[in-house]
């Protein structure tokens, strides 16, 4: 008996101007590491492809180099929603980094608590916490 496909996992690609500035901001801002960049060490030392994870999330990053036929790969075009435990420890290492608050926590319609910010790329990232999880 043959199996119907099954879909594995979602990857989410943001588009960033400076990937050297972007990974460095994950990696400060939300402790996220990096565990793979596709970079040429002479031709293209930068990379122009990340992946950055921690824990159970992971983020793909692409250069934008315009011009480009796919507009989502357009830097500040991106939407990152990033669901996290213990929120307000999360809100006081953003805060603590100096990156800037787009709205503060707040409780949202859905069942969640969440704040904003922008990455250097000008992606909007909303971090979220459901009220029903513990600590929430």
Do not use: Q
Not at 55 to 82: F, K, Q
């Amino acid at each position: 008996m043959l199996h119907p496909p099954s879909f594995v996992r979602a990857v989410l690609v943001l588009p960033v101007s400076n990937m050297t500035e972007s990974i460095s901001w994950y990696s400060t801002v939300l402790g996220l590491d990096l565990v793979y960049i596709h970079n040429d060490p002479v031709d293209d030392p930068e990379g122009n492809y990340a992946i950055v994870r921690r824990d159970g999330a992971e983020v793909h990053l692409i250069r934008d180099e315009p011009p480009s036929e796919h507009p989502w790969t357009t830097a500040g075009n991106g939407y990152l929603y990033l669901l996290v435990r213990d929120i307000d420890t999360v809100f006081d290492r953003v805060k603590s980094s100096g990156t800037g608050i787009t709205r503060e926590i707040c409780k949202e319609d859905w069942g969640v608590r969440a704040f904003l910010l922008t990455d250097p790329s000008g992606n909007l990232i909303r971090i979220a916490e459901e009220m029903n999880s513990p600590g929430s």
